[in-house]
């Protein structure tokens, strides 16, 4: 199974500075790439990356020799056009948005390669092609690799690539059934009774974030100061998204080790972001996440996930008789008007979910 690690890099101020570069460089491609493209659309051509990539190292790469400066590994260039014609192919199939302009400092990153050989890694450094050796805080598994993507979050260098792993599935604590209800008071409630509780790691730091804010905003643009403000300001954003992560990654994998089948639900998590009562506290939940670390995960550990429509109505059945009422979201308890059931709404809500795998 082919999986993906990223890790924090140890890098001095000089390979701080030629990382800077690497990502310029791809940025100024990809920008030169996006232009020409819209360029000969308008003229009335039908362009594709591999023509744009041609005539860029035949005709472009020679009048900028700040390209070909020693040190700076050539691939990053046609990489930049692989993920611009990626960009359009995922806009074609209406499953991205029109590909903007990139801009400086705003997901700085670029791939490299060895030129088809496979990059050796392992332990706490790591060599790569024309850079040199670099470190890591943490140890990489001993193993190769054909890419290498390096990215900046905040004002910090991260290495990611992917590697063949083999896994072997799990012993499961619960060979039954599972269901797994999101929701905004608790995050996920399974019909085992277990219920995790939503930490709301947005609003929790949302006064810092705050502060920061108005400090950058009053900072003098182009000052040093008002630089200064922005890194600290991007690094509480990424302290939030890292403690989101990891409550999603330790839940979904409690449940894929587990439990031998999940059902879930198919969130219309668009349409519940358009509630401007709620988006803040739903774009803090991380549904489209929590589903998406579910689904590789169930392949790592050897489990089954069953996608529930989003038109299943697992909240207004009652778990008891099966009749269906509705019920507002200010009501936490269900009180079946057929039975007089009386139950958590979570918790009536993944028993459902349970139930419709095995229908």
């Known amino acids: 199974m082919l999986l993906s690690i990223k890790t924090k890099l ?12 690497h990502a310029g460089i791809a940025r100024f491609t990809y920008n030169w790439g996006l232009a020409t493209w819209q360029q000969l659309y308008k003229d009335g051509l039908k362009p594709d990356k591999y023509v744009l990539k041609k005539f860029f190292n035949n005709h472009v790469k020679p009048e900028f020799t700040w390209i070909k400066e020693k040190g700076i590994c050539q691939k990053i260039t046609q990489y930049a056009f692989d993920h611009l014609g990626d960009a359009f192919s995922r806009f074609f199939a209406h499953i991205g948005g029109y590909p903007n302009f990139k801009k400086k400092g705003h997901h700085d990153s670029f791939t490299i390669d060895a030129s088809g050989k496979p990059i050796p890694v392992g332990g706490k450094s790591i060599k790569l092609p024309t850079i040199g050796w670099v470190k890591t805080y943490e140890g990489l598994p001993h193993t190769t690799c054909k890419s290498i993507t390096i990215s900046r979050t905040a004002d910090n260098w991260f290495i990611a690539f992917a ?11 619960h060979d039954v059934v599972v269901g797994v209800d999101l929701g905004v008071k608790e995050l996920a409630t399974l019909s085992t009774g277990v219920v995790f509780p939503n930490p709301k790691h ?5 006064e810092k974030l705050r502060r920061l804010s108005r400090n950058f905003a009053r900072k003098t643009k182009g000052s040093n100061n008002r630089q200064s403000c922005k890194i600290q ?15 999603i990654h330790q839940i979904t994998t409690f449940l894929c080790k587990n439990h031998a089948k999940i059902v879930v639900e198919d969130l219309n998590i668009s349409g519940m972001l358009s509630n401007h009562k709620l988006a803040q506290v739903i774009a803090d939940c991380g549904f489209h996440e929590f589903k998406r670390q579910l689904e590789y995960k169930a392949k790592k550990f050897g489990c089954e996930i069953i996608i529930a429509s989003r038109w299943f109505p697992s909240s207004k ?5 099966g009749y269906i009422q509705d019920m507002p979201l200010k009501e936490r308890i269900y009180n079946c008007g057929s039975c007089g059931h009386s139950i958590d709404r979570d918790l009536n809500a993944a028993i459902n979910l349970s139930r419709l795998a095995k229908a």
């Open 233 to 247: 300001l991007a690094k509480h954003h990424a302290k939030v998204a890292n403690l989101r992560n990891n409550t």
């Open 163 to 173: 590697y063949e792993q083999t896994h072997e599935p799990t012993v499961k604590q």
């Open 10 to 21: 140890k890098l001095s101020l000089i390979q701080e500075t030629i990382m800077s570069k």
């Open 202 to 206: 947005y609003k929790t730091h949302l």
């Open 317 to 321: 059945t009652c778990s008891n008789c």
